[in-house]
């Protein structure tokens, strides 16, 4: 199983990112996919899931209107849009497969 997200870097408050991630070894399309985020000192948190089939998705409170999770079966990517943003979701961007399967990260830094 190999993880690789990318689309993380700086934005202003108020701007846009979308992630992206890559996934192999796996049949991709049978897999509930998710995003985390972990802040500097604070635990890793989950930001959005989303089914295998992509027609069900769940967010956490705080990006619930702000954030979009979807997916391409055919390309092996799950995608997270990310709206609105603020100094906030400045984090360390995470795809997971369950079990316990990570990507490396990606970061984002929402700053003026």
């Known amino acids: 199983v190999q993880l690789v997200e990318s689309g993380g870097g700086l934005v202003q408050p108020g701007g846009s990112l979308r992630l992206s991630c890559v996934a192999s070894?796996?049949?991709?399309?049978?897999?509930?996919m998710s995003w985390y985020r972990q802040a500097p000192g604070k635990e890793r948190e989950l930001v959005a899931l989303?089914?295998?089939?992509?027609?069900?998705?769940h967010y956490a409170e705080s990006v619930k209107g702000r954030f979009t999770i979807s997916r391409d079966n055919t390309k092996n990517t799950v995608y997270l849009q990310m709206n609105a943003l603020q100094p906030e979701d400045t984090a360390v961007y995470y795809c997971?497969?369950?079990?316990?399967?990570w990507g490396q990260g990606t970061q984002v830094t929402v700053s003026s």
């Open positions: 997971k497969r369950a079990p316990d399967y």
């Open positions: 070894g796996f049949t991709f399309g049978s897999y509930v």
């Open positions: 989303i089914t295998a089939g992509g027609g069900g998705t």
